[in-house]
Nanobody, 129 residues
Framework: QLQLVESGGGLVQPGGSLRLSCAAS????????IGWFRQAPGKEREGVSC????????YYADSVKGRFTISRDNAKKTVYLQMNSLKPEDTAVYYC??????????????????????WGQGTQVTVSS
């Protein structure tokens, strides 16, 4: 059973940076994708980024393109989301999610949310006034 744990969230000033980590434990497959989502109170969950272990393709939402970078450290079984030039509208709970390890998934185009079978508990990112 694949388990995901997010960390690295916190309070940061506008223009600052944070690096989120998504640590995987349990079964790991070459055929899945890891995505980052975020959800602000009262708003729909938004797909932020994705990285594929199948072909290495990456995806970024237009709202974060040029500011966020997703990467993967296979040795540490961890996916990172480097967030730079943070804006107040980036404030949300950020979730890491993984598609089924038995199904290939690319990130161009990104998998729809329903194709993610495993979700972390989330980490809060707050960008102050």
């Amino acid at each position: 059973q694949l388990q995901l744990v997010e960390s690295g969230g916190g309070l940061v000033q506008p223009g600052g940076s944070l690096r989120l980590s998504c640590a995987a434990s349990g079964f790991t497959s070459d055929y899945n994708a890891i995505g980052w989502f975020r959800q602000a109170p009262g708003k729909e969950r938004e797909g932020v980024s994705c990285i594929s272990s199948s072909d290495g393709s990456t995806y970024y939402a237009d709202s974060v393109k040029g500011r966020f970078t997703i990467s993967r450290d296979n040795a540490k079984k961890t996916v990172y989301l480097q967030m730079n030039s943070l804006k107040p509208e980036d404030t949300a709970v950020y979730y890491c999610a993984a598609t089924s390890p038995t199904v290939q998934a690319m990130c161009v185009p990104p998998p729809p949310p329903y194709e993610y079978d495993y979700w972390g508990q989330g980490t809060q990112v707050t960008v102050s006034s």
